[in-house]
């Protein structure tokens, strides 16, 4: 098969499209995208870790959200924003140095690299986190399996991740109305908004195809973790998973 990613220079994509990002996920989750970040952090701050990643960062919605959950925490949180693009991690570092986050929140470190290759040791991190950003790692994706084995490495044995992503509706009446959404709405008003059609036909075709709760279950497990629990939200269109390194 051919490598969906080569179609979709994603590097390009989200230095075109950071800016506007926020605003188009606010738009098209109806704003629900806010309340599932902040109960996918509310999971991941269980278990009072002490390091924590959030892999593919993207605008840093969701470690932001974590610093604000563990403001006030018994235990200190040391938090960073690991992503590919350094004009989604501006935008990041932007949001994180407005006034009522900078005076009350605690220092998040944002680093720009590759998934495949993290400047992290063996069982650096207790807990990880990634929103709406494992598809890029995973799907239709030739280094799919490294992303995977470079996860599990720089987790801790007992360490827990946190997966909130696009998923495919076992309902079959949904599941038509949001293949519906997600070709004909989604990229052509993303477009519009953010002046890069392609960026979007990417973000539409790749959750309209990506996998169940299920499947990715399956996927995570033969990697190397272990299901926790899971939770289906938006009638099926968005999974939440919590798991651990086994």
Excluded at 47 to 52: A, I, S, T
Excluded at 60 to 70: I, K, P, T
Excluded at 161 to 186: A, G, Q, T
Excluded at 221 to 235: D, H, P, Q, Y
Aim: net charge positive.
């Amino acid at each position: 098969m051919k490598d969906f990613q080569e179609d979709f220079p994603l590097h390009a994509f989200y230095g075109d499209i950071h800016s506007t990002y926020d605003r188009v996920n606010r738009i098209f989750t109806f704003g629900r995208d806010r309340s599932w970040r902040r109960r996918a952090a509310r999971e991941l701050l269980q278990n009072r870790p002490g390091r924590v990643l959030d892999l593919c960062t993207g605008t840093g919605d969701f470690v932001l959200e974590l610093a604000h959950q563990s403001a006030h925490a018994s235990n200190e949180v040391d938090l960073t924003g690991f992503d590919f693009s350094s004009d989604m991690l501006k935008e990041a570092q932007r949001k994180q140095s407005e006034p009522q986050n900078r005076k009350r929140l605690p220092q998040i470190r944002f680093i720009e690299g590759d998934a495949g290759e993290m400047p992290f040791e063996d069982d650096h991190f207790d807990s990880m986190g990634i929103t709406f950003g494992i598809r890029n790692l995973v799907y239709e994706n030739s280094n799919a399996s490294k992303h995977l084995s470079e996860m599990k490495r720089v987790l801790r044995p007992g360490g827990q991740l946190v997966v909130l992503e696009s998923s495919k509706p076992k309902s079959p009446l949904w599941r038509l109305f949001n293949d519906f959404y997600l070709r004909f709405i989604l990229p052509y008003l993303g477009g519009l908004i953010s002046g890069n059609l392609k960026a979007y036909q990417y973000l539409s075709r790749s959750s309209k195809n990506y996998y169940t709760i299920g499947e990715m279950g399956v996927l995570l497990e033969v990697a190397g973790f272990k299901m926790i629990r899971s939770r289906s939200l938006f009638l099926g269109s968005v999974m939440l998973l919590v798991l651990e390194k086994r």
